[in-house]
């Protein structure tokens, strides 16, 4: 079987479109974590170079910015570029700037050569997510959701072991132990090079696209209503992400604010939150394959509404409990969004995965910077009771179009 199979075998399940490769799947997720593993250690060592150099909160945040914006502004610019011509070792590539970042970074004795540094880190950030989500599409077959859920999970594996490499190695042992995490990209090229192999010998799958019916033709929306349901997907990604950094950056101030727990006992409470959040990203996509991801996306935004409303006024365990179910219900949406608007979009796979990963990580970046800013004027309470109606914003979904790709998640 496929499955068994390293990412480089070419049998007769790997050249079909409709079957999907699991050993891909498994690869990409896999490298996925291996990335966003890298990816995290930069926030993770903030304190050790705030020691180090006697940066200010305002320079630490200048790190973060230069990350961001080479992370999120050209993710839309390689998913373009590789639309129009498919790049498959552009992915190794990626992952070398990303270890040539980190090789940087853990010999940089000067504020300008950490932004340098860090710059290369999103850059080669930018270059694997829409890519890998190409590699995704490529080897979901019928089962587009179920794929970006499983390459999604290896991004939040990653996001979530960073810091404990960060607390267990480069705490204790300096800066210069972000070389040690080498290892980790070095590998990351090993696989993403036999990925590129294998993406080479199939690209048939993105290439040939498959002619359409003149009915489906008509059913398809019209480019003003593509671009209409654009702007509301873009809407849903704000609530989503802005909600979810509020939990995910500030829950534990929230829980030791309000119910005076230790900040050990807030970490736990955390834990089950960022657990339930990898959960729900599993189960979205292919619940999306089978009901339509147009149903998904309206549960996992607007279905979290009630809930949210209420966290502000729970007790300390019905907390836990709320924001469980709001990290189960949140968490299934952007598998959906992104194979809801590579449907709308077809064709433009690369273009569409950068755009929205680019808006995650732009979002997310710029969310947690404005929350801080509200809750030292106003108060942490506050935050989270402002926050609770963003989920309202999923009523917008009643004006997505049907797409055709929705019509065959049910068959």
């Known amino acids: 079987m496929i499955e068994d199979q390293p990412p480089h075998a070419v049998t007769p399940a790997a050249t079909d479109p409709g079957q999907t490769v699991f050993a891909l799947l498994f690869a990409i997720s896999f490298s996925h974590m291996l990335n966003d593993t890298i990816q995290a250690l930069l926030p993770a060592i903030y304190p050790v170079l705030k020691d180090s150099y006697g940066l200010t909160f305002t320079q630490l945040g200048l790190i973060t910015l230069t990350f961001q914006v080479t992370a999120s502004l050209l993710q839309p610019l390689v998913g373009y570029i590789t639309d129009k011509r498919p790049l498959p070792f552009s992915l190794p590539v990626g992952m070398g700037l990303t ?134 997907l873009v809407v849903l990604i704000f609530s989503k992400y802005v909600y979810l950094v509020s939990l995910s950056n500030y829950y534990t101030f929230y829980l030791i604010n309000r119910f005076h727990v230790s900040v050990q006992t807030s970490q ?65 949406a952007f598998s959906a969004i992104l194979v809801y608007a590579q449907e709308l979009m077809p064709g433009k796979v690369g273009m569409i995965a950068g755009l929205f990963f680019g808006l995650a990580f732009g979002i997310a970046g710029i969310g947690s910077a404005v929350l801080g800013k509200v809750a030292d004027m106003r108060g942490i309470d506050f935050v989270f009771h402002a926050c609770a109606f963003l989920p309202l914003l999923g009523l917008l979904t009643v004006f997505l179009p049907e797409v055709e790709g929705e019509a065959h998640a049910h068959k």
């Not at 504020?111 to 850059?123: C, E, Q, T, W």
């Not at 890998?132 to 089962?143: E, L, P, Y």
């Not at 590998?187 to 993406?199: D, F, H, K």
């Not at 729900?280 to 509404?305: H, N």
């Open 268 to 332: 736990y409470y955390l834990f089950l939150f960022l657990f339930a959040v990898a959960v729900g990203t599993i189960v979205g996509g292919p619940v999306g394959d089978r009901i339509g991801r147009k149903r998904v996306i309206w549960f996992s935004i607007l279905g979290a509404a009630p809930f949210s409303l209420w966290l502000p006024h729970a007790g300390l365990w019905l907390t836990a409990v709320l924001t469980v179910i709001i990290g189960l219900i949140l968490a299934s």
């Open 99 to 232: 270890l040539t970042g980190l090789l940087a970074l853990s010999r940089a004795q000067s504020f300008p050569a950490i932004l340098v540094s860090s710059a290369l880190v999103g850059s080669g950030s930018a270059i694997f997510h829409p890519e890998a989500s190409r590699i995704a599409h490529m080897a979901a077959g019928r089962r587009r959701g179920l794929a970006q859920s499983l390459f999604q999970v290896g991004g939040n594996a990653g996001s979530s072991i960073g810091p404990l490499l960060a607390a267990w190695f480069i705490v204790p042992h300096g800066q210069a132990a972000l070389s040690w995490f080498s290892i980790i990209a070095l590998l990351g090229v090993a696989v993403l090079w036999q990925i590129g192999l294998w993406q080479a010998r199939n690209l048939h799958r993105i290439q040939r696209k498959p002619a359409r019916s003149s009915a489906a033709s008509r059913s398809h929306p019209s480019s003003g209503r593509v671009a209409f349901a654009m702007s509301i």
